[in-house]
Structure formats: structure tokens, C-alpha cells
């Protein structure tokens, strides 16, 4: 049975975290890849600005229900796609009778991923976007493919681990959150494409123990008036988060281990304000960085938010530290 639940509450509802919802999860996940199902994620902005061409349309099939988050009438899909959504409380009852999905499913580096319906609204929604493509490429360039050992934190929906392990030979993946439905829904993820992998929920690095050979992190990093924590990164225009991530990371490290940081970054009147932060906060021996400029201007609509009135642009950004003691 579905629930009817308003709009208000519908997009804080999350009936598929439950925990006995993870095979249907699991289920869904391996029917949309057995049919070829492809869509990849756009901006927030993009979304909206496709969506607005045709407000009240409907979705007519599962690229536009699952992609693009658009209600649809119960004989829009066929019957073992809407079961299957049934199963894993993957949709919810609108006041006029028409169903809404509550997750997405989204392609990243030819690996399918569940994550949240749009709009992202809710504090604790699992994000994935433009951004994760972005990520998954700078780690599959730069993991060292010695490492076992693999830490995602600030996981998400898994994409940085996942594509991580994925690559390396007997890795086992710790995924590591804030957010426990982030942490469920990328267990899920994790364990469709068989890795091996533990979660643990936390609210900072410095919470985790052990070393790992590879930590892959992908933080917040806007100016958030709504201090959602999948998208506020802090002070310093944002870069508050990518800082300390960076610096306690660095304590999980085991000798001859890297980090991997993908992040956005405020540039203030020419100056990038987190190389300024990290070149005073690490220390000036046994680390090697790469840090580079990724793509120039993302994101430049929120450039009209509060908070960015002396932002120039926000620049993507790729981070590699290596700690000293490798063989």
C-alpha cells in the first residue's frame, strides 16, 4: 500500500530508508540496469529550468519519473517497474491521486546510483550531480592502485568509493557520513556492484580510527542560508569543510597514503581562498599536494545568493595529498 502524505511532508518522507526496504532497493537498482536504464544528473539549476518548460507534465516513462523527477499516473510505467517502486518505497501518493517518486537513478561512470528525488529540499537529502561525474574521474585518474584500504567520507550516495573499489583489486570500503540515509541508500549502491564495504555514521573525520591507504572525499561546499548539510560547506565562502577534511584526514592517512579531495572553492577578488587556507594549516614536511583547478566557473547561479557578493566565480577544484613513508 502507499501512504498519501502532503507536499510538505512528502519531500521530508523517506519510506525506502527503512531498513527492511534494502532488498526491494537492491532489487530496483538491478532492474533499471538489466534494462539499460541511462540518465545522467544535471545542476539543480538545469534541472529546474528543464523542468519549467512544461510544468504540469507528466512523466510517460522511467528516464522521466526516476530521472527527472516528474509525477506520473499508475499506468504511466509497466507493471514490474511500479511494483518494484512499490517495494522499495520509492513513491508516494499526491492529494489528486497521481504518483511522485522519492528517488532518482542516475548513471556515474557507467555505474547506476539511487539518490534523491528533486528538489533536494530536505536537510539530510543525498545529493548527486555534475559534481560526482567530476569526482569519479579524478579519482580514476589518481588512486593508487596499491591501496586496499579505501575511506569515503562525507559518502553521500557512494559514488567516490564505489568507483574507488571498484578499481582496485581485494579493496574493502569504508563509508563514512553525517547523514544516516545517505549512508543507507550508499550501502545499497555499494553492494549492487559487490563491494566490500562497512558504513559509519560520524560527524567528523576525527570521529573515525584506523588508517587507510586511500580517502576519497567530495564536501559541501557552498553558502547555504538553509545549512543543509549535503550542500553547506561553512565558513570561509564555503571552503570551511574542504579545510578541516583535509587536515583531519590527513591523520587517517597510513604512511605513503593519499587523499583525494574534490571540492568547489570560492575565488575572492582573484585569490583562491582555500590554497591560501591549506598552504597555512598543512604542514611543510612528509606531504607531497597536487592541487589544481578542475573547471573555472560552475554553479554561477548561485553567485545571486546571499553570501557571495564579493565572489568573482567558483572554481572546481582537485586536491591529492600524499603522506611520506611509502614503500
Given at each position: 500500500m502507499l501512504t498519501e502524505v502532503s507536499e510538505v511532508d512528502q519531500r521530508l518522507a523517506a519510506p525506502w530508508a527503512a531498513a527492511e526496504r534494502r532488498p526491494a532497493l537492491l532489487a530496483l537498482l538491478r532492474l533499471l540496469d538489466a534494462r539499460g536504464y541511462d540518465h545522467v544528473t544535471a545542476t539543480p539549476g538545469t534541472h529546474a529550468r528543464v523542468v519549467a518548460r512544461d510544468p504540469e507534465r507528466l512523466g510517460r516513462d522511467a528516464r522521466e519519473v526516476l530521472g527527472w523527477s516528474r509525477c506520473f499516473e499508475h499506468d504511466a510505467l509497466d507493471p514490474e517497474l511500479l511494483a518494484a517502486l512499490r517495494a522499495a518505497g520509492a513513491v508516494a501518493i499526491e492529494p489528486d491521486g497521481r504518483l511522485r517518486p522519492l528517488l532518482r537513478a542516475s548513471r556515474v561512470a557507467g555505474r547506476l546510483f539511487l539518490h534523491s528525488a528533486f528538489p533536494t529540499d530536505a536537510p539530510d537529502s543525498v545529493f548527486l550531480g555534475p559534481d560526482s561525474c567530476r569526482f569519479a574521474q579524478l579519482i580514476a585518474a589518481r588512486l593508487d592502485p596499491r591501496a586496499?584500504?579505501?575511506?569515503?567520507?562525507?559518502?553521500g550516495a557512494g559514488v567516490g568509493g564505489i568507483v574507488a573499489a571498484s578499481l582496485l583489486d581485494r579493496a574493502h570500503l569504508t563509508l563514512a557520513d553525517v547523514n544516516p540515509r545517505a549512508l543507507a541508500l550508499a550501502s545499497v549502491n555499494a553492494e549492487h556492484f559487490g563491494v566490500t564495504h562497512a558504513i559509519e555514521q560520524v560527524q567528523a573525520p576525527d570521529d573515525l580510527a584506523g588508517a587507510f591507504d586511500l580517502i576519497v572525499t567530495h564536501p559541501p561546499f557552498m553558502i547555504d542560508a538553509a545549512k543543509r548539510a549535503y550542500r553547506d560547506g561553512g565558513d570561509l565562502y564555503g571552503a570551511r569543510l574542504s579545510l578541516e577534511w583535509v587536515v583531519q584526514g590527513l591523520a587517517l592517512l597510513a604512511p605513503g597514503g593519499r587523499l583525494i579531495l574534490n571540492t568547489g572553492v570560492s575565488i575572492v577578488d582573484g585569490r583562491d581562498v582555500l590554497r591560501d587556507a591549506l598552504r597555512e594549516r598543512l604542514p611543510a614536511i612528509g606531504v607531497?599536494?597536487?592541487?589544481?583547478?578542475?573547471?573555472?566557473d560552475i554553479f554561477s547561479e548561485d553567485l545571486d545568493?546571499?553570501?557571495?557578493?564579493?565572489?568573482?566565480?567558483?572554481?572546481?577544484?582537485?586536491?591529492?595529498?600524499?603522506r611520506s613513508g611509502g614503500a
Open positions: 586496499t584500504r579505501v575511506l569515503d567520507y562525507g559518502a607531497r599536494l597536487d592541487y589544481r583547478e578542475l573547471d573555472p545568493q546571499p553570501g557571495y557578493d564579493r565572489v568573482e566565480r567558483i572554481a572546481a577544484v582537485g586536491l591529492v595529498v600524499e
